[in-house]
């Protein structure tokens, strides 16, 4: 373990409940980093069919996800749960739903 301002790093027995507590810190650490890359990454694959929408840009599509949690939330809603929201109307709701059901997975 190295310490601000030593040279030498300091050496910890492998028995060391101290060396112990840092290993542990550091797994969980590196845990926490993968799950959070790997939801990030998955969610860029999720909001790919919603990138296909015309219309549909980052701030909309972002606020859809947000709102109905999934694109298969987004398929599932209705008509009015989506003119509900800002910036949508009848007209854009039924497009968007009838883009999706165009690109869903058989």
Known sequence: MFIWGREE???LSRRSPGLRLLQ?????????AVTYN????????VTSELLKVPGIGPVKRRQLLKEFGSVQGVRDASEEAIASLP???A??????LESLAATAPV
Do not use: I, V, Y
Not at 24 to 32: G, I, L, S
Not at 38 to 45: D, E, P, W
Not at 91 to 96: G, I, M, N, T, V
């Open 24 to 32: 542990q810190a550091r797994d969980e650490a590196h845990r926490f």
């Open 91 to 96: 007209e854009r709701a039924r497009k968007l």
């Open 38 to 45: 790997r939801k990030r990454r998955s969610m860029r694959t």
């Open 87 to 89: 910036g949508f109307n």
């Open 9 to 11: 790093p300091l050496r």
